[in-house]
């Protein structure tokens, strides 16, 4: 258990991706940055944040980590999706079989 937990700190997570072929700045990771800058939290809290490459690996190597790491109370993990033009709240991941090549 970290300090944060011991004194009833919300530890909130958000992660965003990194640069990936065409894309030179990711979306995700502008704003991940942007939600520590610019919003208003009502309560404190332990913000983390954390850059995923765009790869499988990554992804699958990394998050369990910080889960386990952090033991976050939120963690909000941002991403884009090619010819979105909104913000998606995606409720199920569909990642058992992949079917794109990864970006390495």
Known sequence: ???SQESNIPIVLITGFGSSGSIMVNSSWEIAKALK?????TRPIHLILKQLEVTYDDVRTKIPDYWIKYN?????????AKGS??????R??????????DSE
């Open 1 to 3: 258990m970290n300090s």
């Open 37 to 41: 800058i610019y919003l208003d939290w």
């Open 72 to 80: 976050p109370t939120l963690v909000i993990h941002l991403g884009i």
């Open 85 to 90: 033009k909104e913000i998606r709240l995606e």
């Open 92 to 101: 199920f991941a569909y990642n058992a079989d992949y079917c794109h090549a």
